[in-house]
């Protein structure tokens, strides 16, 4: 009888810890794809910046932008990439950033800390 219960108990047990190892991998799954979700969002939200600018340049792996009269630019800043008139973050734990501008296109090329390598196209309106 003794046994029994003790087999039970183990089984219990063993239930449970498989279904926190469950757990712990999707957790992880999420981590892993945070840097490439934090990308789209950018790719997102650089739309919306570039959004009635004026594209004055791509040099040194910065984009350079005018809007009502004011320059911007977005460029990588220690492990950030900044907006820049005044400082707002666009990308953190970033490794290399790089962008380049190919006919009516910006190309641009992200490494995190992480080793996560994300790549995005943004096509320029046309004038």
């Known amino acids: 009888m003794e046994s029994l219960l003790a ?5 219990g047990m063993l ?5 926190l190892l469950q ?3 999707g957790i992880q799954r999420n ?4 840097s490439e979700k934090e990308f789209d969002v950018f790719l997102l939200q650089l739309e919306l910046e570039l959004k009635d600018t004026q594209l004055t340049g791509v040099y040194h792996n910065q984009i350079h932008f005018n809007k009502a009269e004011e320059d911007f630019h ?5 492990s950030r990439v900044d ?6 973050p666009l990308l953190t734990d970033v490794k290399t950033f790089s962008v380049n501008q190919v ?3 910006l190309e641009i090329e992200v490494v995190f800390k ?3 390598h994300c790549q995005g196209k943004w096509i320029l309106p046309r004038e």
């Open 7 to 11: 087999l039970l108990v183990l089984g």
């Open 15 to 19: 239930v449970v810890f498989s279904a």
């Open 23 to 25: 757990m712990m991998q």
């Open 31 to 34: 981590v892993d794809n945070a």
């Open 74 to 78: 977005i460029k990588q800043v220690g």
């Open 83 to 88: 907006k820049r008139k005044g400082t707002q």
């Open 103 to 105: 006919n009516q296109t």
């Open 114 to 116: 992480d080793e996560t």
